[in-house]
């Protein structure tokens, strides 16, 4: 099963805000229809423990008649089972469709948040809890962080940043396939998302593979800082080597300064030390700094070294 597979069916089981979750739901995944001058309702899903909550929760408050079809085989349903929740024209019908914010009082169909699933805490993580199960998805952590809404129209998905923002929470929206996509690449972002729905379990197993990953990480770039300061420490000591061979094959190791004499021949017995290694190994010992100084000595007289030389080329 997928992680938004995991996460839909952890949320199934939570009961508080049914009204606003069940709205959610249904705007995300339902069709009004209209059958002969009557309004009429068909809902799709492809969870079998949630086509169960839904039917149950219209039959428990509302006392509608409700026709449930599953499907197999549907296309572009994969290995899904489509379940399909059919409310015939009838009566009370209206009375529901208008609690849920879809018709307003001249039968009119909204495309919009009813105003109601604004107003408190509770009403705002359901309605969410139920636009994830009817129209989110969100990719497993251990790959890439993103989680989204896919919404049928732009008002809706407007609605969603403004009720996502009153949580703190700025989301994205683009369009794809003809859907409005409010979307979220942030850790912290869809940490907080999986918080207010109520998907407890899910944000445990995120923190958890996040707290991997982010050792990993470190790991890495750890080991990352500490091969590139390798590759200087031996280029640097290649250079150095380089100086001193120059300076032993023209004026001789001899010409140059006890201190820079010593340091010369340490450096070529230890070609791939540090600096701080070179200065642990003088006696007396002295500092990094101070085995750096003497290097830059010894490119000193290098350098003179290879301007007289090419001045003797240039007059020959």
Do not use: W
Not at 140 to 148: D, F, K, R, V, W
Not at 191 to 217: C, D, F, P, Q, W
Not at 291 to 311: G, L
């Amino acid at each position: 099963m997928s992680f938004t597979g995991d996460v839909k069916h952890e949320l199934v089981r939570i009961k508080s805000g049914e009204i606003a979750e069940l709205a959610a739901l249904i705007r995300m995944n339902g069709t009004i229809q209209i059958i002969n001058k009557s309004f009429a309702l068909n809902i799709k899903l492809t969870m079998g423990d949630l086509a169960r909550k839904v039917y149950s929760v219209i039959k428990k408050k509302f006392r509608l008649e409700i026709q449930i079809i599953v499907r197999k085989n549907y296309p572009f349903a994969g290995k899904h089972n489509i379940y399909e929740l059919f409310l015939p024209p009838q009566q009370g019908l209206d009375t529901f469709l208008s609690r849920l914010g879809f018709i307003d009082d001249h039968n009119n169909i909204i495309f919009r948040i009813k105003d109601e699933f604004f107003s408190n805490r509770s009403y705002q993580r359901a309605y969410l809890r139920g636009a994830f199960l009817g129209g989110g998805s969100v990719n497993n952590p251990a790959s890439a962080y993103h989680l989204e809404f896919r919404c049928e129209h732009r008002g809706l998905a407007r609605d969603l940043l403004s009720l996502l923002a009153s949580f703190n929470l700025e989301g994205r929206l683009t369009e794809h396939n003809n859907k409005h996509i409010v979307y979220f690449k942030n850790y912290e972002d869809i940490t907080t998302i999986l918080n207010i729905i109520g998907a407890h379990r899910a944000l445990l197993e995120m923190e958890n593979i996040y707290v991997v990953k982010s050792l990993k990480n470190d790991i890495n770039r750890k080991i990352n800082f500490e091969t590139a300061n390798m590759d200087k420490t031996i280029t640097a000591a290649l250079e150095q080597i380089e100086d001193i061979e120059l300076i032993e094959a023209t004026r001789g190791i001899s010409s140059l300064p006890a201190s820079l004499q010593e340091i010369a021949y340490l450096r070529k017995e230890y070609p791939y030390a540090s600096l701080k290694e070179l200065g642990d190994l003088l006696s007396p010992k002295i500092s990094k700094s101070g085995v750096n100084h003497r290097m830059r000595r010894i490119k000193k007289v290098a350098d003179e070294i290879r301007v007289m030389k090419k001045r003797e080329e240039k007059n020959l």
